[in-house]
């Protein structure tokens, strides 16, 4: 069993920067590929980034690339999503997802999901 807990979400204007923060608990989280998905105001949830277990390789959805990154400490049972150049259009609910074994970039692949945190853009 994984717990996901996010934190860092809040109401920021267009062009700042954010960091989310998902903590783990249980074992072996350096097992699981980790994720971040949102869910804009009115649409289904949507792949936003992701990072693979141990080697770190990172994958991101096209309207976030270049501008969110994110990363992993496994020391820490930790991911992070660092957010940049926000836009009105990235307000969302974001979603931290534990994927075992794989790369969570597929809803279908999340074995856990976080409760969420909110993050609004205003312009």
């Known amino acids: 069993q994984v717990q996901l807990v996010e934190s860092g979400g809040g109401l920021v204007q267009a062009g700042d920067s954010l960091r989310l923060s998902c903590a783990a608990s249980?074992?072996?989280?350096?097992?699981?590929?980790m994720g971040w998905f949102r869910q804009p105001p009115g649409k289904e949830r949507e792949f936003v980034a992701a990072?693979?277990?141990?080697?770190?390789?990172?994958y991101y959805s096209d309207s976030v690339k270049g501008r969110f990154a994110i990363s992993r400490v496994n020391s820490k049972n930790t991911v992070y999503l660092q957010m940049n150049s926000l836009k009105p259009e990235d307000t969302a609910v974001y979603y931290c997802?534990?994927?075992?074994?794989?790369?969570?970039?597929?809803?279908?692949?999340?074995?856990?999901w976080g409760q969420g945190t909110q993050v609004t853009v205003s312009s």
């Open positions: 997802a534990a994927s075992y074994g794989t790369i969570a970039t597929n809803q279908a692949n999340v074995d856990y």
């Open positions: 249980g074992r072996s989280f350096s097992s699981y590929g």
């Open positions: 990072i693979s277990q141990s080697v770190g390789n990172t």
